[in-house]
Nanobody, 127 residues
Framework: DVQLVESGGGSVQAGGSLRLSCAAS????????MGWFRQAPGKEREGVAA???????NVQFSVKGRFTPSLDNAKNTLYLQMNSLKPEDTAVYYC??????????????????????WGQGTQVTVS
């Protein structure tokens, strides 16, 4: 089984930065897609960024230029660098994984139902 553990969330003022980490374990295949999703109270879970196993990434339009995903395969860790945070970025942020050889369509769509494994989430609060 794949285990995903997020960390790095917290409370920051608008304009501040945070870096989220997602430590992954339990998988042996080299082809997969990973993503960052967020869910604010009363709203649906939405895709923020997605990365495939070779590091190709895409981000949602509302965070483009502010959020940067990256994948360190040596450490089996997915990161999300979040700069210029806004109050509307407040949400629980989740890391997700799916075993898949080709990720280009998943990187474009970033739909939660396409991902099969999830972390427990980490709270980000921007005031």
């Amino acid at each position: 089984d794949v285990q995903l553990v997020e960390s790095g969330g917290g409370s920051v003022q608008a304009g501040g930065s945070l870096r989220l980490s997602c430590a992954a374990s339990g998988y042996t295949y080299s082809s997969y897609c990973m993503g960052w999703f967020r869910q604010a109270p009363g709203k649906e879970r939405e895709g923020v960024a997605a990365v495939d196993y070779d590091g190709t990434a895409n981000v949602q339009f509302s965070v483009k230029g502010r959020f940067t995903p990256s994948l360190d395969n040596a450490k089996n860790t997915l990161y999300l660098q979040m700069n210029s945070l806004k109050p509307e970025d407040t949400a629980v942020y989740y890391c997700a994984y799916v075993l898949r050889r080709y990720c280009s369509d998943y990187l474009r769509s970033m739909q939660a139902p396409d991902f099969t494994e999830w972390g427990q989430g980490t709270q980000v609060t921007v005031s």
